[in-house]
Nanobody
């Protein structure tokens, strides 16, 4: 069983920046891909970004491309989401996710474990 704990959310003004972190328990972190998803009330959870196990591949949703950067530190069992030039439509609960495999993937069902999420609110 893997536990994921996100942090770094909060209130930020449009155009500002925020960095989310997610720490994973367990010893298999470096062998798995990781992802970030987000969800707002009444909407389905949506893909934001993913990174392969050795950071060789990253994939982003079109809505965040050029503004968000996913990265990881396998020595610290941590994945990050650097958010820049944020917009009000980025407001959501952000969840990190631990994939079943090593390849970056946008598919929700490819992820085995999920964090509880951290709230990001962007004011206009």
């Amino acid at each position: 069983q893997v536990q994921l704990v996100e942090s770094g959310g909060g209130l930020v003004k449009a155009g500002g920046s925020l960095r989310l972190s997610c720490v994973a328990s367990g010893q298999s972190f470096s062998r798995t891909a990781m992802g970030w998803f987000r969800q707002t009330p009444g909407k389905e959870r949506e893909f934001v970004a993913t990174i392969s196990r050795l950071s060789g591949t990253t994939i982003y949703a079109d809505s965040v491309k050029g503004r968000f950067t996913i990265s990881r530190d396998n020595a610290k069992n941590t994945v990050y989401l650097q958010m820049t030039n944020v917009k009000p439509e980025d407001t959501a609960v952000y969840h990190c996710a631990y994939a079943a495999g090593s390849s970056a993937t946008m598919t929700m069902t490819d992820y085995k474990y999920w964090g509880q999420g951290t709230q990001v609110t962007v004011s206009s």
